[in-house]
C-alpha cells in the first residue's frame, strides 16, 4: 500500500463523516433540498456516473466482471453496477458514507445476491485484483504529489482497466476557481484541487498504463475530465 498520509486525508476523512458527509448525500440524493448550485453539481455527476458506466458499457457487458469502486461515496456508481451484474468490491475512507451506500443498495437491489461488498477503507490500503477499478470525483481531495502515488496504487489492483474522473486544471478553471466563482458555499470546507490532465497522464505512463478514452463533462457549477486507461 502506498503512503498518502499528512494533513489532506484527515481532513478530508472528518469532513467526509460529518459537514461533507451531510452536504453530498443530500447532492448524491433526489430529494428537493438543494439549492441550484446543488442540484447543477447533481446534475453534473450524475451525467458522469452515466459516462463511467457507458464507457465500461461500450466494451460488453460487465456480467460477472470484478470492478473496484474506490471512494464509492453513497453508492451512486456501485449501485448500478451491481444492477449491470457486475461483482462490485465497493470502499471508501468514510464510515458515515459507507452505511448510506449499504443502505441505499439494500433500498435498491432486488437480488440480495448482487449486493457489493462494501468496506470502510482508504484506497491507498486495497489490496487484491479486480477486472476494472474506477474512482470517480476522489481526486479532487488531493494535490497532484499525493494523486501520482493514489493512480499507480490504483493501477496496480487493476488487470485491465482504470476509469478516473477529475477536475482538470486548465487555465479557464482556474482563474474560475482563483475568482471564487467556483465550489462556491459556505459547506465547502475542503480544499479543491485541480488536475492538469497530462500530469495524470504521465502518472499513468509511469506505471505503464495509457489513456484509451476520454469524457468531459461539464455544467455550470460542476466539471470532470472522465479518463479511461489500460495497460500499455
Ligand atoms: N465516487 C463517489 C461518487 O462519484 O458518487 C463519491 C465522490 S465524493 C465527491 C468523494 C468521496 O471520496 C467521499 O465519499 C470521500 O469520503 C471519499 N474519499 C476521499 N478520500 C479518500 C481516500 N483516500 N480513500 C477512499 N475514499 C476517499
Partial sequence: AVEVGGGDKEVVKEYFNNSGFQRWKKIYGDT??????????????????ENAISMLLDEGPITGLTI????CGTGSLSIPL????????????????VAEAQKQAEEQLEDKNAMPNFEVKDLESLDGKYDTVICLDVLIHYPQS???GMIAHLASLAQN?????????????????RVGELFPGPSKATRAYLHAEADVERALK?????IRKRGLITTQFYFSRLVEAVPA
Avoid at 32 to 38: F, G, S, T, Y
Avoid at 206 to 210: A, E, I
Fill in 206 to 210: 509511469k506505471v505503464g498504463w495509457r
Fill in 82 to 97: 451491481a444492477k449491470e451484474g457486475a461483482i462490485v468490491s465497493a470502499s471508501d475512507i468514510s464510515a458515515a458514507m
Fill in 161 to 177: 482497466r482504470l476509469i478516473l474522473s477529475f477536475a482538470p486544471k486548465t487555465l479557464y478553471y482556474d482563474l474560475l476557481k
Fill in 68 to 71: 473496484c469502486d474506490a471512494g
Fill in 32 to 49: 428537493d433540498d438543494v439549492n441550484k448550485v446543488q442540484k447543477d453539481i447533481r446534475l453534473g455527476h450524475s451525467k458522469t456516473v
Fill in 146 to 148: 499525493k494523486a501520482d
